[in-house]
């Protein structure tokens, strides 16, 4: 009763302030809340302008860092709420006044066991950036290297679980009562953000999404990650080392250094790719302020608090749907959708294929420096719901990515299309990736995840069998694909047969 109330009077408090700016886009979008929507005719302040994203993109960072996050999060969800929206909300600020130098040095003592004396050589009060979550200071170690040092937001913890709670009680209740709105999936939004926010809470994390993204790159002349300090960084502090470079939008500034923002652009378009495809592991959140042009031309990149991961399968789906895309090959695109179990196999390959070219011959159509592969991407999930096909969760967060990172390559030379200049590195990756030498290893490895799976898989089919001989189960399609798991991991139906086949014996003999 107490966590309702609370979430009562917090919900009249946010729908005031989504009201004086203007900002009930989601309400009017999902026809709810008519009472609070007439009212904010009447309350919403005459100084707010722009479109209804941008209002609310301003409404969010005034309700503070767990709605800033949770609108960063809704950013990559233009499936849900349409692409102008989440390019508003893709541009959200999420910067809030400092705290006190004199905190922060506390933080850092309390954390890593010593006085910052003892530490550091120097330490700036002043901070260099201050978010939602932590703020940056610069510093210098007691070996002399030059070092940055993020210290966790005091009471940010606190703050984000109640927001949190909020959250998720909301959630609940939508799905409870508003059935028409389950189409937004509240919970999962919910979810999503408790998982991203989470692991921004310990910066362990993120010292080891730095560490693990700069071994991947470590014979890389021209992609840098900065390196971590282990002894300095825990739960609530990361220490790297301190880079120094021009932010990778400023065009003008990196041609006066020598550059050419050309070969910037086909660094930062190849680093990209490597990402993606070779590693599976890509950082997730390229905004010009967190890449730079280092003094020797190559690109330095920082803040690793969201990261996106994929797997070799849909890699593999993604660079041949890519490329189906790139040449046109409309029903390439839809065979790899359906051999990858996105679509489900009672839909029509050819009407996919008219859907797949109803979003490409627009897009492509255009002039080559105007294509954008993310936007691509982003009508293509617009027709999940027709087809039954699932969105996967990392194909947004990798669609919102290459949409900031569009923008950037049109800084650097609007005339060039980045996704062209990768091209060839995705055909390069392709061939290799289709080389009899690899087919093997891929074969090895998808019997060596088979076998890994099948304890699991024996124990349901063996309960299966048993229902199956006692006359109480009938193995529907629904039933295999559910013994099957996840379509991501798809065991070999062979395999499937054979091992329900043999646990019906197995109980057979028994008896």
């Known amino acids: 009763m107490l966590r309702a109330a609370r979430n009562v009077l917090r919900l009249l408090s946010i729908g005031w302030t989504l009201a004086r700016y203007d900002a009930l886009v989601l309400a009017e979008m999902a026809y709810a809340a008519p009472a609070l929507l007439k009212l904010a005719r ?9 479109r209804p994203g941008e209002r609310l993109a301003a409404a969010l960072e005034a309700l503070g860092p767990g709605f800033i996050k949770l609108g960063q999060i809704l950013s990559t969800r233009s499936d849900l709420i349409g692409d102008e929206l989440a390019g508003d909300l893709a541009g959200l600020r999420d910067n809030l006044p400092p705290f006190p130098g004199s905190v922060a040095r506390a933080i850092v003592a309390e954390e890593l066991g010593a006085p910052i004396e003892q530490l550091f050589s120097s330490f700036d009060d002043k901070a260099a950036a201050a978010a939602s979550i932590a703020q940056v200071h610069f510093a210098v170690t007691e070996d002399g290297r030059e ?38 999936r509240p919970m999962d939004v919910a979810e999503t953000l408790a998982n991203t926010v989470a692991l921004e809470m310990d910066l362990r994390y993120e010292a080891a999404a730095a560490s693990e993204l700069g071994e991947n790159f470590r014979n890389d002349a021209f992609f840098r990650v900065p390196e971590v300090d282990w002894r300095c960084t825990a739960r609530r502090v990361l220490t790297i080392a301190r880079i120094a470079g021009i932010a990778i939008d400023r065009r003008d500034e990196i041609a006066a250094a020598g550059h050419d923002p050309n070969a910037v652009l086909t660094r930062a378009s190849g ?16 905004h010009p302020g967190n890449l730079f042009v280092a003094p020797d031309g190559a690109i330095v990149v920082i803040d690793f608090g969201i990261m996106g991961r994929l797997d070799r399968k849909t890699r593999d789906f993604l660079a041949e749907m890519l490329i189906g895309f790139l040449t ?67 194909l947004l967060l990798l669609q919102k990515t290459m949409l900031v990172a569009e923008g950037v390559g049109r800084k650097l030379n609007p005339d060039v299309n980045m996704w062209e200049l990768a091209r060839p590195l995705v055909e390069e990756w392709m061939m290799k990736k289709n080389a009899p030498d690899q087919q093997i290893k891929t074969l090895i490895e998808d019997t060596r995840e088979s076998l890994e799976r099948l304890p699991r898989l024996i124990a349901s089919t063996e309960r299966a069998a048993e229902a199956i001989l006692e006359g109480g189960v009938k193995l529907s399609p629904e039933t295999v694909r559910s013994l099957r798991g996840d379509d991501s991991k798809r065991l070999p139906w062979t395999l499937v047969i054979a091992v329900v086949a043999l646990a019906a014996a197995v109980v057979a003999l028994a008896r």
């Open 271 to 286: 680093a990209f790719f490597q990402q993606v495809f070779r590693d599976g592991f890509f950082h997730a959140d390229l």
């Open 147 to 184: 070092v940055a040092v993020k210290v966790l937001r005091p009471g940010v913890v606190e703050a984000f679980a109640r927001d949190l709670d909020l959250f998720y009680w909301s959630a609940a209740l939508i799905e409870r009562w508003r059935p028409e709105l389950r189409r937004l």
């Open 42 to 50: 009447r309350v919403r302040r005459s100084d707010i302008k722009g």
């Open 328 to 394: 046109r090959d409309y029903r390439r695109v839809a065979d790899v959708h359906f051999r990858a179990g996105y679509v489900p196999p009672n839909k029509s390959v050819d009407a996919f294929t008219q859907a797949c070219r109803s979003i490409g011959e627009p897009i492509l159509g255009k002039p080559l420096h105007e294509i954008s592969i993310a936007r691509l991407l982003g009508q293509l999930f617009k027709i999940t719901e027709q087809f039954d096909m699932q969105v996967q969760p990392q």
